[in-house]
């Protein structure tokens, strides 16, 4: 399943804003591994994130699987809530 998150990426474009954000698709299938990134919270507390997002909000490191080589992003949110984005968006077969 296709899931949408919020992901914090580099802006190299802009000297003043470090760091963007943009709405992301992602294979729920392609997950390997969630895990906190408080690097993040720090970063947010010290300005070098855009602003108006909230000093409480938390970030997860997120793992996709793309054969033998892997990739990882930073989302917007914990990961619970991640896990359940995740979770909630797969399809459940009835038997009957």
């Given at each position: 399943?296709?899931?949408?998150?919020?992901e914090?990426?580099k802006?190299?474009?802009y000297?003043?804003q470090?760091?963007?954000?943009?709405?992301?698709?992602l294979?729920s299938?392609?997950?390997?591994c969630?895990?906190?990134?408080?690097?993040?919270?720090?970063m947010?507390?010290?300005?070098y994130?855009?602003?108006g997002?909230?000093?409480?909000?938390?970030f997860?490191?997120?793992f996709?699987?793309?054969?033998?080589?892997?990739?990882d992003?930073?989302?917007v949110?914990s990961?619970e809530?991640?896990e359940?984005?995740?979770?909630?968006?797969?399809r459940?077969?009835?038997?009957?």
């Open positions: 399943m296709i899931i949408k998150l919020v914090i990426y802006n190299s474009s000297e003043q470090r760091y963007s954000l943009r709405e992301i698709f294979n299938e392609h997950i390997v969630l895990r906190p990134e408080p690097r993040y919270e720090k947010l507390k010290e300005g994130l855009p602003e997002i909230d000093s409480r909000q938390e997860t490191r997120v996709m699987d793309r054969g033998h080589l892997g990739m992003i930073v989302v949110g990961p809530i991640v359940k984005k995740v979770h909630s968006n797969k459940k077969i009835l038997k009957g």
